[in-house]
């Protein structure tokens, strides 16, 4: 199983960039992963974009970084695309992006983790956003690049606390690509895999 999470407009210079993460959880670690953050996160709710403009927000990310386990128990990849100046609401950049991360998912490079059958994305405010992703799937299956079998659902972070596993990896990264600032990244590196696009 896989949850994905994406930051837009992560601004480098005059560029604008698309992140998304996904984190691969097995079975076996949903339940004791989800205790372990509900433990750290007692009032059920998490935005590390929020968290980190908080006195302690730093110290506070880390504590949820390091419940992320070794290769075996979970992975990350993350993916980049530059946005173009015509794609005004990045669904081209953000299109590139999640058929790239579906096919990994789908078809891990190198064994890193078991084929990813189900992926919970965020879900968005407007219903245009979610069909747009599951159209991309749609078009992976009918290229063949990924099987039907590869189930899409989108779910609110507020009810799937495992959704705040990958916002934690596509913070972690801003604060490294963008402010230089790599101490949260250092904690996931290892179990990291970045692509970038063009």
């Not at 935005?47 to 927000?57: K, N, P, R, Y």
């Not at 919970?120 to 956003?129: G, H, W, Y």
Request: aromatic share 6%; hydrophobic share 40%.
């Amino acid at each position: 199983m896989a949850y994905l999470d994406e930051t837009y407009s992560l601004e480098a210079g005059r560029r604008r960039f698309y992140v998304m993460a996904a984190v691969v959880v097995l079975p076996t670690d949903l339940d004791p992963l989800r205790n372990e953050l509900d433990n750290l996160v007692p009032d059920g709710w998490w935005h590390t974009t929020e968290v980190l403009q908080a006195a302690d927000g730093r110290t506070r990310t880390r504590e949820l970084l390091r419940t992320f386990r070794t290769p075996d128990e979970t992975c990350i990849v993350v993916d980049k695309v530059a946005v173009a100046d015509h794609d005004k609401e990045g669904f081209q950049a953000r299109e590139a992006v999640l058929r790239r991360l579906l096919t990994v998912l789908h078809t891990p490079e190198g064994g890193v983790h078991p084929p990813v059958r189900l992926v919970i994305t965020e879900e968005q405010r407007e219903a245009r956003k979610n069909n747009w992703d599951r159209s991309v799937r749609k078009a992976l299956i009918e290229d063949q690049a990924i099987g039907a079998d590869m189930n899409m659902v989108h779910a609110s972070p507020g009810s799937e606390h495992l959704l705040w596993l990958p916002d934690l990896v596509c913070s972690a990264y801003r604060q490294k690509a963008l402010h230089q600032r790599g101490d949260l990244f250092n904690e996931i590196e290892d179990l990291t895999r970045v692509i970038e696009l063009p």
